[in-house]
């Protein structure tokens, strides 16, 4: 839940209402953006007091300080800021995010920004989207809206601002360094994960230190295995070839994704079908022959062209696996039975 406040500063007075979620730019900023371009800003603030209660509201009045939505000469290190804060003064409406003058907007740009807000996914997919690193680096939105701000002010229009088009903004390759169940100090392994826009889920790499060389592996369904990524000195080289790998497979790559995702949605069917809630609880069997599962995995894979198919993730590895599962589940069955 993003909160902020949105208030109108006179001098040393503090008028204003707290957001109690939704404070982004493209949520209720924007409410608060349409209506100081239409000039009812005041309503709007009114209208989000009323969502607090009078204690609330009280408490508001009377302790509000600038050190709550923005950094001051009088804020203390490491003092909580809230995300987001609009600032009304004079003709302006100035956006804080996390107490740092985010954009300033004008009554003349107002509607101009309405326009980005409501298309927030131009900036995203562009602005803010590297192909050489295939991910968004939210850590440029500062300079990118003021680039934005510096093209409004100068009397562009949104709609003529040109947003390149960048070849792999429907993936999103994460570079954290978020542990693997085998890290080790002396022997870091990280999961990378890699989204695709149109695909629920994500693929699973692991980026891991193994005799001196940095190496990929991928998770498949049921067991992970090396990838032919070319290993490098360093966890920073070994992902500038994984990235090279993905834009030279990424057709595969969502098939694997597309492939993986059927057979986990056949093997959580079974288990459903089952009617196994724990080890030792089964309620109603609706277990269908394997045959009927099996024929929805072959009959959605026909057209898919995915990564391993001939080898690791062929079909018949995948049959074989959820075969198992299968035979495991009849097993509990039948000894629930008995």
């Known amino acids: 839940m993003t909160r902020g406040y949105f208030v109108e500063e006179k001098g040393k007075k503090i008028y204003g209402a707290k957001i109690k979620s939704d404070a982004y730019l493209s949520g209720i900023g924007r409410c608060i953006i349409e209506a100081f371009a239409k000039g009812e800003e005041k309503a709007y603030m009114k209208k989000l007091r009323q969502e607090m209660d009078e204690k609330q509201r009280e408490d508001l009045d009377q302790y509000i300080c600038p050190e709550w939505y923005r950094i001051t000469k009088k804020s203390e290190k490491d003092a909580h800021v809230q995300e987001y804060g609009y600032v009304l003064k004079g003709n302006l409406l100035k956006v804080y995010n996390y107490g740092k003058l985010f ?58 601002i ?106 959580k069917q079974m288990i459903s079908d089952s009617g196994i809630t724990s080890i030792t609880d089964v309620e109603v069997n609706n277990m269908k022959s394997f045959g009927d599962y099996i024929r929805q995995f072959e009959n959605y894979v026909k057209d898919k062209n995915w990564l391993f198919q001939s080898s690791y993730f062929s079909v018949n590895k995948a049959i074989n696996n959820l075969r198992e599962e299968y035979d495991r589940l009849s097993t509990k069955i039948d000894s629930k039975a008995m």
């Open 103 to 160: 954009i300033t907007i004008t009554r003349e740009t107002a509607t101009e920004w309405v326009y980005l807000c409501d298309n927030e996914h131009l900036i995203n997919d562009s602005l803010l989207y590297s192909d050489k690193k295939l991910r968004h680096e939210y850590s440029k939105e500062f300079s990118v809206y003021r680039y934005l701000q510096k093209q409004l002010d100068a009397g562009i229009k949104a709609v003529d």
């Open 162 to 267: 040109v947003f390149p088009v960048k070849r792999y903004s429907y993936m999103d390759l994460s570079d954290n360094h978020t542990m693997d169940v085998w890290h080790r100090s002396d022997a870091p392994a990280y999961l990378k994960f890699l989204k695709f826009k149109d695909i629920a889920n994500e693929i699973k790499f692991i980026a891991s230190l193994e005799f001196g060389k940095w190496r990929v592996a991928i998770q498949l369904p049921y067991i992970r295995i090396p990838l032919s990524v070319q290993p490098a000195r360093t966890e920073t080289g070994v992902m500038k070839n994984l990235r090279e790998y993905i834009k030279n497979n990424e057709n595969a790559l969502r098939d694997f994704l597309l492939v993986s995702n059927k057979y986990d949605e056949v093997k």
